[in-house]
């Protein structure tokens, strides 16, 4: 049979590449079925990052970081952390042995001093019953008092800074407004330790001493105590007091985070006096008198106590209600 026409070739062409118009850009594709280029869109964006919206939130957090203004805190280890913080712990130890040797300098003129009151009540006395003064209940019970002393007057002494060395530690890693209300708990927690140490020198150590000693003395028994049950009498009632002059701290703190509200304490105030006599039975003598001279301040400073918390539940109030209607105006423009 005889072909016909022309022969059909068996190579298959490439086919034919469609070139750009002039005038049109490139990364631009065709729409439509048409033949020419006459409509272009343009290639949408395919895994591009969009950058992170900086907010007023953002900037303020940053701001208020103190940890992100120090470029030495920056860049810490854990390594120079705990350099840190031996660094910290040398200061505090140093503190305290220069406190506690000056005091050691002046240790005969601090009995002195703290032994007044046992002199005072011991003069009131009648002669049968008066002691001549302490004794001695061991060898090397002075050595010990005169340690004990000299340790505790040091103590007291670089007890604020001592405070601010280990809150300084921890404030870097904290925002400016924690930081500042750090440093005042820590001066307000120091104040009212000195209150109550003063507040147990001045009025509950000598009534209780006048009521262990003169009261409650049985006749024909002569008032004598040793050196060392004097001075553990002392420190327990002092240091006892100051700790638990804590108490309007521990009380604010817990109200401003939110775990112990105003209507707790509306609730509960009879078990917080109950809790009161019973704190103060362990620190002060078994007389009622003494544990209601501890339990009267305390219940004062309760009160002031509740009503800061109060205060501050109230901002939190006002300033909610604040934020509350500038977000009612913002969605509504």
Request: glycine share 6%; no cysteine; aromatic share 12%.
């Amino acid at each position: 049979m005889a072909a016909s026409g022309k022969k059909r070739s068996s190579r298959k062409t490439a086919p034919k590449k469609r070139v750009m118009p002039p005038g049109k850009k490139p990364g631009l594709l065709p729409t439509g079925n048409t033949e020419g280029y006459t409509e272009y869109t343009a290639r949408p964006p395919e895994n591009i990052p969009s950058e992170p919206e900086q907010t007023e939130d953002s900037f303020a957090q940053s701001e208020n970081s103190v940890y992100e203004e120090s470029d030495r805190e920056r860049f810490m280890t854990l390594g120079d952390h705990l350099e840190e913080l031996r660094i910290r712990l040398i200061w505090i130890i140093g503190v305290l042995l220069v406190s506690a040797s000056t005091a050691g300098v002046f240790i005969d003129r601090i009995h002195s001093f703290l032994v007044s009151p046992y002199k005072t009540v011991i003069a009131h006395l009648p002669p049968a019953q008066a002691s001549p003064g302490l004794i001695l209940g061991s060898m090397y019970g002075s050595i010990e008092i005169y340690f004990k002393l000299a340790v505790m007057i040091g103590s007291l002494v670089s007890l604020p800074i001592s405070l601010s060395l280990i809150w300084g530690f921890v404030t870097p890693a904290v925002s400016k407004k924690i930081a500042r209300i750090g440093h005042l708990v820590v001066a307000s927690s120091t104040l009212l330790f000195w209150s109550g140490v003063v507040f147990a020198w001045q009025i509950l150590f000598p009534v209780s001493l006048e009521m262990m000693l003169g009261t409650f003395l049985p006749q024909d028994v002569i008032a004598q105590t040793t050196l060392e049950k004097y001075y553990s009498f002392l420190f327990m009632i002092v240091l006892g007091s100051g700790v638990t002059f804590q108490l309007p701290m521990v009380i604010v703190i817990l109200g401003a985070i939110g775990i112990v509200p105003v209507a707790f304490h509306k609730r509960a105030w009879k078990f917080v006096v109950l809790g009161m006599f019973v704190f103060s039975a362990f620190f002060t003598p078994p007389d009622p008198l003494s544990i209601f001279l501890m339990v009267l301040p305390l219940w004062a400073m309760y009160i002031i106590s509740v009503f800061f918390v109060w205060l501050i539940e109230k901002g939190r109030r006002r300033r909610d209600k604040e934020r509350a209607k500038e977000m009612a105006q913002s969605d509504a423009a």
